[in-house]
């Protein structure tokens, strides 16, 4: 029986489906934690998550069979085991489990018994619920392996301790929202800890997968409910945990405590972490973006040069006869304050042609919102053409109350492959860009000082289709909409309960009644990066056609 325990908790990210690559990957970082005694990874970290409806093939089953045996081979050189994460399908029944590699052979396996099945899960829809599991005796000591949600709630830990754990360790794929850290560590885990008064490790991953982004943060609290260790957020870390036997049970050694992202410096880097990891594992050269002088374009720019440096960003000015000088000018020194390539290309040209093409179907009918659309249109349509081209992925540049009620253009400003705005709202937006002008991030790879003119925060949002128009023209103020979206979509909210907290009644019913038309609109966007609590597209799931109002 040992007293003593060295426990490396392996913080990394991940390439969904590239199940030989994450296992190469293992293998690198457990040579690095050599003197370890159990080398820990994330949950499902052998063939990634979320693994979606790929996790249903029955050929990546074999192939995370065959790379786990072939990991569980590897420890027969006498260092470290392993807790290791991955699918295991039993006759017709699939399993997200955790398996205990150690002396070449797979000692044990426990599976996942809670199973999410809201918001961006869908566990149910690919795996088997698995029993409450019993503790792993292992080395003189009894390790608990609760999986991600099966710390969330109080039962399985509870199981794992009436059943003699004496420790408990709990891999997740925990995603990263607004004021999450505070819900994870003195929440979640810190109730389980007093419930159990077991030391319990919270191990997460980092980066991003399409929409979704892991913060890592993982951590270690002790059985008296005080923090041992606090790894950083958003970087691939190793850390090597002490564990000593005493009276009281097993107590980790406390090590570094590092200081988390407060908001919106989170904010900031999940959206820097979004875009880099989607560019990048799609191998784009790049990104191409529309540069208008506005705000919501001016902070895409800047998180784009923050995520991939400012070589890989190319910038368009794409002006029409609506066009300010001072957007032309803003635009201007926008790029040059990132250091980017900006190229104009009038579209006066293109829209010339359109009105000539569409003269005589338009006779007798004045001027409105399809004139102004073939402009976004002639705009999405030329950055694609950059795009395939020359090969950048376009970036969308549209905010979360623009989408919520339509205050976008199919097939024009809503073209592209990808969006970090996708659920900020416009008030957000004007906070992170201040954030930005006054910070550097710790991850950006762009040069440090603001990154786009005060003017472009101050000035009112246009979209610049007409002559003289303004946001505000067509929506309430971004202080008045951005609250009454957030009772109607991140709340769920009646029109009487959003009208109660001091907002117009006609005004919250036609926002709903907005939000629930541009449905077909959002079906349609691009993925961008998940914030929230109810981003669309991966979280709020509505039906097109949609009769449903409570106004």
Known sequence: ??????????????????????????????????????????????????????????????????????????????????????????????????????????????????????????????????????????????????ICEDIWFPPVCAHLKAEGADILISPHGSPYEIDKDDLRTGEIAAKRVAETGLPLVFLNRVGGQDEVVFDGASFVLNGDGTLAHQLPDWEEKLVMTEWERTADGWRCTPGEIHALDPYPADAYHAMVVGLRDYVNANRFPG?????????????????????????????????????????????????????????????????????????????????????????????????????????????????????????ATLYGDMAGGYSVLKDVYKTAVFELSRWRNANRPALGLGDDGPVMPERVIDKPPSAELRADQKDSDSLPPYDVLDPILHGLVEEELSVDAVASRGFDRDTVARIERLLYVAEYKRRQAPPGVKLGKRNFGRDRRYPITNAFRTA
Not at 92 to 108: K, M
Not at 294 to 308: C, P, R
Not at 363 to 369: I, K, T
């Open 287 to 407: 990104v191409v973006l529309g540069l208008s002088g506005g705000i919501d374009s001016a902070l895409s720019a800047a998180v784009a040069v923050d995520a991939l440096g400012a070589d890989r960003v190319w910038c368009v000015m794409l002006p029409s006869r609506f066009t300010s000088q001072e957007s032309l000018d803003d635009a201007a020194e926008c790029a040059r304050m990132l250091g980017v390539r900006l190229d104009t290309i009038p579209i006066g040209p293109a829209v010339a042609a359109f009105d000539e093409m569409l003269a005589p179907s338009f006779a007798g009918r004045e001027p409105d919102l399809a004139e102004e659309n073939i402009q976004a249109r002639i705009r999405g349509v030329t950055l694609m053409a950059l795009s395939n081209k020359f090969g950048p992925m376009l970036l969308t540049t549209g905010n979360k109350s623009e989408m919520s009620v339509g205050y």
């Open 1 to 146: 029986m040992t007293d003593r325990l060295r426990i490396a908790l392996v913080q990394i990210s991940q390439r969904v489906g590239d199940i030989a690559g994450n296992a190469d990957t293992m293998l690198a970082w457990r040579s690095k934690a050599k003197d370890a005694d159990l080398v820990v990874f994330p949950e499902l970290q052998l063939i990634g998550y979320p693994p979606e409806d790929l996790v249903l093939k029955p050929a990546l089953h074999g192939r995370a069979e065959q790379q786990l045996q072939r990991l569980a081979e590897a420890t027969a050189d006498g260092g470290p085991a392993m807790i290791v994460g991955t699918v295991r399908a039993e006759g017709d029944r699939l399993f997200n489990t955790l398996n205990l590699l150690d002396g070449g052979r797979i000692v044990a396996t426990t599976r996942k018994h809670e199973l999410p099945n809201y918001g961006t899960f869908d566990e149910k829809r690919w795996f088997t619920p698995g029993p409450l599991p019993q503790p792993i005796d292992w080395r003189g000591v009894r390790i608990g392996l609760p």
